[in-house]
């Protein structure tokens, strides 16, 4: 390649330069150590995964939060869960209501654990719901369920 780098990181090494995004970043190319996939990172991609390829990286650090850039939706629930009970700015909007989110969802691989709870999402057609309204986001507690199930589950 042209404009050789090779600058190494702990899992992937940085090839060469590739281009300037229109936003002003630059983005490098990257060989994954694990798999010797070549592909473009950005500057704070390349921090955020140490150069690890997405599939060597779900394998390493667990479930996928972002593929081919745009946040998965098992993620975005998991986001917008933590939102509605306070635990990050936003429509904090069952804090008064007292629903919270189980301990194991929220520390540095409350990500994962959720995910290993509920797994991916089957289809556009379903978001997140609590099973019991009056209890909090907690295993055996949520599941993936379609605006008509969500329709039929109302508390009071």
């Known amino acids: 390649m042209e404009n050789m780098i090779n600058f190494a990181l702990s899992n992937g090494t940085v090839l060469s330069f590739s281009?300037?995004?229109?936003?002003?970043y630059a983005i490098w190319n990257v060989q994954c150590d694990e798999c010797g996939v070549i592909r473009e990172?950005?500057?704070?991609?390349?921090k955020r995964t140490s150069g690890l390829c997405?599939?060597?990286a779900q394998k390493k650090f667990g479930a996928p939060r972002v593929i081919q850039g745009k946040r998965t939706p098992e993620y975005?629930?998991?986001?917008g869960m933590r939102e509605r009970c306070g635990y990050i700015k936003g429509r904090n909007v069952y804090v008064d209501k007292g629903v919270d989110v189980y301990e194991g969802w929220l520390g540095?691989?409350?990500?994962?654990?959720?995910y290993n709870h509920i797994g991916k999402r089957p289809s556009e057609k379903?978001?997140?719901d609590r099973i019991d309204n009056d209890s909090d986001y907690k295993p055996g507690n949520v599941r993936w369920a379609t605006k008509s199930q969500q329709n039929s589950n109302k508390g009071d």
């Open 126 to 128: 379903h978001s997140l």
């Open 108 to 114: 540095p691989n409350g990500f994962d654990e959720f």
């Open 19 to 24: 281009k300037k995004h229109i936003d002003g």
């Open 76 to 79: 975005i629930a998991w986001c």
């Open 41 to 46: 990172l950005s500057s704070s991609n390349i």
């Open 54 to 56: 997405s599939s060597c």
